[in-house]
């Protein structure tokens, strides 16, 4: 392979960072539209984690084969600067993108952490709420059933 093939190939996996980057955004989207749902139920979150966890996995692999290819043209395009101006600039900007891209997923996922943090909390509280009152209406049946209830008692009615 030469060495315009591999710069052609950094190109092209930071090219599909950014598509990687941009399907992960849409999950996060889901993501949020879930924890802010009534309705959701936790497989729909479950779901929605197993589809970002295979896409975090594309990302990592997509990283570890531009570091490999990145090693084989290191050294071309620190001495050929001028020659690959072009596409050293396209990289750099697609590198950008893909910070900019970053930086924005770290702000929705703390943002979603913070909604996955209340609703959890609130689900708490309900379950809290729901065995204190199991507990007071056993506790009135229990107290119910002995109401009318009066021990046998022998009065000596004899002086």
């Known amino acids: 392979m030469t060495n315009d093939q591999y710069i052609e190939i950094l190109s092209d996996s930071l090219e599909k960072k950014i598509t990687v980057l941009h399907k992960i ?8 539209l879930i924890l802010t749902s009534e309705q959701a139920t936790p497989d729909d979150l479950e779901d929605s984690l197993e589809e970002k966890d295979h896409l975090i996995d594309e990302l990592n692999s997509l990283d570890d084969g ?5 090693k084989h043209v290191e050294a071309e395009l620190k001495q050929n600067k001028e020659k690959h101006r072009d596409e050293i600039k396209k ?9 900019d ?6 702000r929705e996922e703390q943002e979603n952490k913070e909604l996955a943090d209340k609703k959890f909390a609130n689900i708490r ?3 809290k709420r729901v065995r204190a009152s199991k507990k007071a209406v056993n506790n009135y049946y229990r107290s119910a059933g002995k109401v009318d209830y009066d021990t046998p ?3 000596d009615n004899k002086k």
Do not use: C, G
Not at 25 to 32: F, P, V, Y
Not at 66 to 70: D, G, L, R, V
Not at 101 to 106: A, I, N, T
């Open 25 to 32: 955004q849409e999950t996060n989207k889901k993501q949020r």
């Open 66 to 70: 531009f570091e490999e290819t990145f």
């Open 91 to 99: 990289m750099q900007d697609l590198i950008r993108q893909i910070t």
């Open 101 to 106: 891209l970053s930086v924005e997923l770290q």
């Open 125 to 127: 509280e309900k379950a």
């Open 153 to 155: 008692q022998f009065f």
